[in-house]
């Protein structure tokens, strides 16, 4: 999820793509900037060639105004309004000697459209080169789920007219461009009540049924062991299918940049592959994973299924301590110690009753997490930890009926 640096993120990302192919063209050349329409050819700026890149408007993108921050504020939680924004940008190019006596703006003008036209989709990786590393990170655009686009945006006379007019220059011949979408977090924590553990006697939930069979290998569900939410290292995944008979099989599991295969176990048939995930908390990240299942036959090519997506859940291995007194400030400081191990780029939120408490910052990889929490009042509280959207399992579902897990309890005096 992108934070509130996002729209200085895309700017220097456009940038970038524009600059990265002048330069190549030109031998560096032309400067592409990011001034307001009154200032780009002033003193301070050579007159030579040189396309620029003005931020003149934003907009809440209404498609996603008023929804919840995606993986991250489950049903019956109370989230920060997202912001979700598209950015309107104009494109100008201008020429030494003010096109005289060849339209050299006309050529930069073309160039950099065509650039736009070929990048119709701001990647992950076209974010991380153009912000220096350590940037990067800051910014946290590169995390963002939903992509961004680039869309070319007509403008009426009577549109550029205003828009020239009101910075009093010259107007010059220009294209204008939406990116969409920005979702910017709220920085409010949400608020998240305790799960309902018991459900009337006539609940059925879904039925799903299919009558049409693929001829080649598919998965249909992925059944969690005691009818967890998520999965936990060490747990044993059911992934039921057809056609999934072969002696070659190799089950890989994706998350961002994790992909690690994964052999099935001995048990399985045509139409279901058991495989149990392996207690490497160094290896593997909380968070939603896509799985997929490559088939080999023998003497046959292979083939891959379609991909299920399932959430691993962190597992809270300790509570350090265990009943916790305020220090001078009023704070309570606790350490949970976790499994699989947090990533530097993962967001981890404590879940104490109610209350959701950022962790302190992990520059590095680490399985123990430092939570701050101020004002609470003393009682009992069942902890839960959130990290990047997926919840410990506080319900232990091993017991009729089922109850909430007494390890994750800890004490405020």
């Known amino acids: 999820m992108s934070n509130a640096l996002a729209i200085a ?6 940038r970038h793509l524009l600059q990265e192919r002048f330069d190549v063209e030109s031998s560096g050349g032309i400067t592409v900037t990011t001034r307001p329409l009154d200032k780009v050819r002033d003193s301070t700026v050579s007159s030579g060639d040189q396309v620029n890149l003005f931020l003149y408007d934003t907009q809440i993108n209404p498609a996603w105004r008023n929804m919840d921050i995606p993986s991250q504020v489950k049903p019956g939680e109370t989230g920060g309004q997202l912001l979700p924004l598209n950015l309107y940008y104009l494109l100008t190019a201008y020429a030494q000697n003010d096109d005289f006596p060849e339209p050299t703006s006309h050529r930069l003008l073309g160039v950099a459209m065509s650039v736009f036209n070929d990048h119709p989709k701001i990647t992950s990786a076209d974010i991380r080169a153009a912000l220096p590393t350590t940037d990067s990170s800051e910014y946290d655009l590169d995390l963002q789920e939903e992509q961004l686009r680039i869309v070319y945006q007509p403008l009426s006379v009577e549109e550029a007219f205003n828009l020239w007019s009101t910075f009093q220059v010259p107007y010059r011949v220009s294209a204008a461009y939406e990116v969409s979408v920005v979702l ?36 249909v569900s992925l059944q969690l062991p005691n009818q967890q939410a998520s999965a936990r290292l060490g747990d044993i995944l059911i992934l039921n299918g057809f056609h999934l008979d072969s002696e070659n099989i190799v089950i890989s599991f994706i998350r961002l940049e994790i992909s690690l295969e994964v052999p099935p176990l001995a048990e399985r048939t045509a139409t279901y592959i058991k495989v149990q995930l392996p207690d490497e908390p160094e290896n593997w990240a909380a968070g939603l994973y896509s799985v997929v299942v490559k088939v080999t036959p023998t003497g046959e090519p292979s083939r891959t299924t379609n991909e299920l997506s399932f959430a691993l859940a962190p597992k809270i291995l300790d509570i350090i301590p265990r009943q916790a ?12 110690i976790l499994s699989p191990q947090v990533r530097p780029r993962q967001r981890v939120a404590l879940l104490l009753g109610d209350r959701e408490v950022l962790a302190q910052p992990h520059p590095t990889q680490t399985d123990r997490l430092e939570f701050r929490i101020a004002g609470v009042t003393p009682g009992e509280y069942f902890v839960r930890v959130r990290i990047d959207g997926v919840d410990s399992l506080l319900v232990d579902r091993t017991v009729t009926p089922p109850v909430f897990d007494q390890n994750q309890k800890v004490v405020i005096l």
């Open 9 to 14: 993120a895309v700017t220097i990302t456009l």
């Open 184 to 219: 910017i977090e709220s920085s409010l924590s949400a608020k998240t009540p305790l799960p309902i553990i018991r459900l009337q006697s006539d609940d059925r939930g879904p039925i799903l049924q299919s009558n049409l069979l693929s001829p080649l290998p598919t998965l």
């Open 325 to 336: 007194t305020a220090d001078a400030n009023g704070e309570v400081t606790l350490t949970l």
